[in-house]
């Protein structure tokens, strides 16, 4: 029984940087995720004068609860859009001129909605050439708090941003949000607030933050749950077996509620205290699913959309328009290249039963397009890629440990 050793969590490893650069000591994190996008975040913090120190399988932040220890800073945020919106929120708790850029990806990717709420909470923030989108200047004085309203329907990150820099205000806040999505993330980062010291009570629409600040502590990070929907997902259309252990009962991410789909399409499903087992049974049925929550996952399901047995249809996951590309379409379009019949809407997408034809994938440099089509080509050997090397955004080993995989299912 294959059993797959996933890399940690994006989403815990981002959270995780963040709080433990604000709270009050020195922060351990175990197996954090080593990608792109994290080393990129620990490279702003680098940047903003806190101390990160790395061994192979943990690393350590000096933790600074009055902000950055520079008064002026470059940072450039690479592709990753947690860090492109957590870090200039870390930012505006201290006092100094942080300047901000990402590369020509992450500069198409909206911020505007957190960028003013930061304004409405008396923030100097300034977008050097499109609004609400990188570059920006963060002329940081320190927040005072207060109450701000916020549209986190685009993204659960810009929540996630406010929530993570309530203890550091001087009189906390409260966030009122007018549209949410991604729910889970936001449980994600509230609990793992609480790991470090804070509390958030909601009422109704309205997040409540007391000040107060975070302290240091050791922090183990799961295995991404994403990044696991590929090998489950891989599982279920093969007839195989595989195991991630470190993802159960208890696990923070939402994102394995895909399993759950899974097991309505015919896999079974077995979730334990410490790891969860799918097995295909050689089946997969059609199903209409709202993706909303697991917006991530939604490639992954396209991918095997074809080979079940009616059609399968995603709604309510217009948000993945906005992700490293119009996720949406970029499915539909590769689905087509393979010769499977798509259909989409503004917010929803519906794959046709077929028979997909190798083909070279256009990747749009998404990561989550490679990692989901190489399962699609697990019954259509000889897929290609433009830019295979995308995935270091996540995973830097992708490709080695699912070729690793395909060797142990069924043929």
């Known amino acids: 029984m294959p059993v797959v050793d996933i890399p940690g969590s994006k989403s815990l490893t981002a959270r995780a940087l963040f709080l433990a650069a604000a709270a009050d000591g020195v922060t351990t994190l175990v197996r954090p995720l080593r990608s792109d996008d994290t080393e990129g975040f620990a490279e702003g913090l680098t940047r903003l004068g806190y101390r990160v120190g790395r061994t192979p399988d943990t690393w350590q932040i000096d933790g600074r609860p009055d902000g950055p220890a520079v008064t002026e800073a470059d940072v450039y945020c690479r592709d990753g859009a947690t860090t492109a919106r957590f870090l200039p929120t870390l930012a505006a708790t201290g006092h100094g001129t942080y300047r901000f850029d990402a590369s020509a990806q992450m500069r198409r990717r909206p911020l505007l909605p957190l960028t003013r709420a930061l304004r409405d909470l008396g923030v100097d923030l300034r977008h050097e050439e499109a609004e609400g989108h ?192 119009d996720r949406l379409e970029a499915c539909a379009e590769n689905l087509r290249r393979l010769g499977v019949e798509v259909s989409t809407g503004p917010d929803w997408i519906e794959v046709q039963p077929g028979r997909p034809i190798a083909t070279d994938i256009k990747t749009y440099g998404d990561h989550r ?30 490709h080695e440990a699912f070729a690793e995989l395909r060797d142990r299912l069924p043929g």
């Open 134 to 325: 990188h570059p920006l200047t963060v002329r940081a004085a320190g927040v005072e708090g207060g109450e701000v309203t916020l549209d986190a329907g685009q993204s659960s990150q810009y929540l996630t941003a406010l929530l993570l820099l309530g203890p550091l205000t001087r009189r906390g806040l409260r966030i009122r949000v007018t549209d949410l999505v991604s729910v889970p993330y936001v449980e994600i980062t509230i609990a793992m607030m609480r790991a470090f010291g804070a509390e958030v009570r909601r009422e109704g629409d309205v997040f409540v933050v007391p000040p107060g600040g975070y302290r240091a502590t050791t922090y183990a990070i799961e295995p991404d749950a994403s990044t696991s929907s590929y090998f489950f997902a891989a599982a279920a259309l093969t007839g195989g077996e595989v195991t991630v252990p470190g993802l159960g009962k208890g696990a923070l991410q939402g994102d394995l509620a895909f399993v759950d789909v899974l097991r309505r399409m015919g896999a079974d499903v077995e979730i334990g205290g410490d790891r969860t087992t799918v097995r295909g049974t050689g089946r997969l049925h059609g199903l209409t699913v709202n993706m909303r929550d697991i917006s991530d996952t939604m490639p992954t399901l396209a991918a095997i959309a074809p080979y079940a047995s009616g059609p399968v249809r995603i709604e309510d996951v217009a948000n993945t328009r906005v992700k490293e590309c």
């Open 369 to 398: 397009i490679v990692m989901s089509f190489a399962v699609t080509g697990l019954r259509a050997p000889g897929m290609t890629y433009d830019d295979p090397g995308c995935v270091r955004k996540t995973f830097p080993g992708f």
